[in-house]
Nanobody, 125 residues
Framework: QVQLVESGGGLVQAGGSLRLSCAASGRTFSSYGMGWFRQAPGKEREFVAGINRSGDSTYYADSVKGRFTISRDNAKNTLYLQMNSLKPEDTANYHC??????????????????WGQGTQVTVSS
């Protein structure tokens, strides 16, 4: 089992940047494929980005490709999401998630086993 705690959210103007972190504790972090998802009020949970165990394969939603970068530091048990050129439509609660099966689809939230509580990102226009 792994526990996940997100941080780094906040209020930023459109065009600005934020870096989210997800600290993992418990079972070995490098055992998990990881992902970031977001959910805005009244909307469904949405895949943002995913990364495999070793960090050498990454996956992005079309809506964030070229603006967001997912990375991980297995030595520090931490997952990151660098968000640049933020838009008001990026406003949501962002969650990190861990899945025990490496590979496969990273975009499907039902494949993830563990979730953090989330961190709010608000982008003003």
């Amino acid at each position: 089992q792994v526990q996940l705690v997100e941080s780094g959210g906040g209020l930023v103007q459109a065009g600005g940047s934020l870096r989210l972190s997800c600290a993992a504790s418990g079972r070995t972090f490098s055992s998990y494929g990881m992902g970031w998802f977001r959910q805005a009020p009244g909307k469904e949970r949405e895949f943002v980005a995913g990364i495999n165990r070793s960090g050498d394969s990454t996956y992005y939603a079309d809506s964030v490709k070229g603006r967001f970068t997912i990375s991980r530091d297995n030595a520090k048990n931490t997952l990151y999401l660098q968000m640049n050129s933020l838009k008001p439509e990026d406003t949501a609660n962002y969650h990190c998630a861990a899945k025990t099966v490496d590979g496969g689809r990273y975009s499907s939230w039902i494949l993830y086993n563990y979730w953090g509580q989330g961190t709010q990102v608000t982008v003003s226009s």
